[in-house]
T-cell receptor, first 112, second 117 residues
């Protein structure tokens, strides 16, 4: 079983819609979870991080964590064409933030 | 603003050349930095952990003699790709935890695109 799994997509949504990105992880000991956005040819940019079960909201972004089910999701409300990018889920190894394991990423396209 | 600076952003050189990439933490000290490599349409793969004042820790399958890491100060780590060959062409990215705090997320440099002819 892969450590961090994401649907590679592509996920296509119309402008203004809600984009839902999902990630599952295998290490039950993981304590923190990160979502990064990566535009083509660029390095990853931190979008959200979440430590506790439940929802965490920041502007148009909401991260949802369910440790019992071992999944973390990212919702993007009112999607904009500028949100079109690959979204990477990252989970620390062994409970330490020092080493991250990345999923393969989900390519999101927001159509005007 | 940027918290991690990486230089150069792009390198094109002949096979057999050694290439040095610098990663600097801005306005904070980083006892630990990380080096990743990303091939086209693939995710980031951790190559090594750079430790200030001690030897780097390499991930399985990464040749330590090929990818030399030096972390001589609390704000600078360098990755040297020795005798680079076309198969080393990739996107190399460094990262650091702001303030060296393991509870803080990692921030990435802008990356270095290495092309070996």
């Amino acid at each position: 079983q892969k450590e961090v799994e994401q649907n590679s997509g592509p996920l296509s949504v119309p402008e203004g819609a809600i984009a839902s990105l999902n990630c599952t992880y295998s290490d039950r000991g993981s304590q923190s979870f990160f979502w990064y956005r990566q535009y083509s040819g660029k390095s990853p940019e931190l979008i959200m991080f979440i430590y506790s079960n439940g929802d965490k909201e920041d502007g148009r972004f909401t991260a949802q964590l369910n440790k019992a089910s071992q999944y973390v999701s990212l919702l993007i409300r009112d999607s904009q064409p500028s949100d079109s990018a690959t979204y990477l889920c990252a989970v620390p190894r062994g409970g330490s933030n020092y080493k991250l394991t990345f999923g393969k990423g989900t390519l999101l396209t927001v159509n005007p | 603003g940027a918290v991690v600076s990486q230089h150069p952003s792009r390198v094109i050189c002949k096979s057999g050349t050694s290439v040095k990439i610098e990663c600097r933490s801005l306005d904070f000290q980083a006892t630990t930095m990380f080096w990743y490599r990303q091939f086209p349409k693939q995710s980031l793969m951790l190559m090594a952990t750079s430790n200030e004042g001690s030897k780097a820790t390499y991930e399985q399958g990464v040749e330590k003699d090929k990818f030399l890491i030096n972390h001589a100060s609390l704000t600078l780590s360098t990755l040297t790709v020795t005798s680079a060959h076309p198969e080393d062409s990739s996107f190399y990215i460094c990262s650091a935890n702001r303030g060296g705090d393991s509870n803080q997320p990692q921030h990435f440099g802008d990356g270095t695109r290495l092309s070996i002819l």
